[in-house]
């Protein structure tokens, strides 16, 4: 079945700039949302950003809105998500799923190894 492998998890200054992929590999016959989470250190992991597997509906949690994009290219089975203007709140491990839209943890059926993503102040 499927496997993620999410990359270019690193540390960086506030206010710059990341991009995270996740490369799927394996055939899967269900055509699945991408989502993001995130799991801040002595925080429980939480929603970051969605998208429909055609690619046309995008949702993202209140605290990323307006600094973050999730996209995907199908072609290259990869999902990415631009971090811009990050904040030290946004250090995390990072972690992309296949799953349901509507971003429920129970929903989730493939999930990748997370990516240390570290934002100093």
């Known amino acids: 079945q499927v496997q993620l492998v999410e990359s270019g998890g690193g540390l960086v200054q506030t206010g710059g700039s990341l991009r995270l992929s996740c490369a799927a590999s394996?055939?899967?016959?269900?055509?699945?949302?991408m989502l993001w989470f995130r799991r801040a250190p002595g925080k429980e992991r939480e929603f970051v950003a969605a998208?429909?597997?055609?690619?046309?509906?995008?949702y993202y949690a209140d605290s990323v809105k307006g600094r973050f994009t999730i996209s995907r290219d199908n072609a290259k089975n990869t999902v990415y998500l631009q971090m811009n203007s990050l904040k030290p709140e946004d250090t995390a491990v990072y972690y992309c799923?296949?799953?349901?839209?509507?971003?429920?943890?129970?929903?989730?059926?493939?999930w990748g190894q997370g990516t240390q993503v570290t934002v100093s102040s």
């Open positions: 799923a296949e799953g349901e839209y509507s971003g429920r943890i129970s929903q989730m059926y493939h």
């Open positions: 998208v429909t597997w055609s690619g046309s509906s995008t």
């Open positions: 394996g055939r899967t016959f269900s055509r699945y949302a």
